[in-house]
């Protein structure tokens, strides 16, 4: 998959070093802006922020399923067993 970005934004990478807006430095970090200096986004280095990115992305799928039906743990047994998957006294 491919972004296009706005001609506007553009790449501050002092905003992740903490020169704009007050922000502590982080390394790996860097946010997109646009014309205003107002963040639209993060750019994040997964290979030092890969955790942060794994439970930024499982809060946001959580929040997305919120209204999705519920199982309790008794129905989702009774279903993994009638499909074979469980043993009876597992």
């Known amino acids: 998959m491919q972004f296009e970005m ?3 934004v553009e790449v501050l990478e002092r905003t992740a070093r903490g020169k704009a807006r007050g922000t502590p430095e982080m390394k790996g970090v860097r946010y997109l802006v646009d014309e205003d200096g107002d963040r639209t986004a993060v750019v994040i280095d997964l290979r ?6 794994e439970d930024l992305y499982d809060a946001v799928t ?3 399923r919120r209204r999705e039906p519920r199982e309790t743990l008794a129905q989702v047994k009774r279903r993994l067993r009638r499909t074979g998957k469980l043993r009876r006294n597992g």
Do not use: N
């Open 62 to 64: 959580a929040r997305k």
């Open 6 to 8: 706005p001609q506007a």
């Open 48 to 53: 030092l922020h890969g955790e942060v990115w």
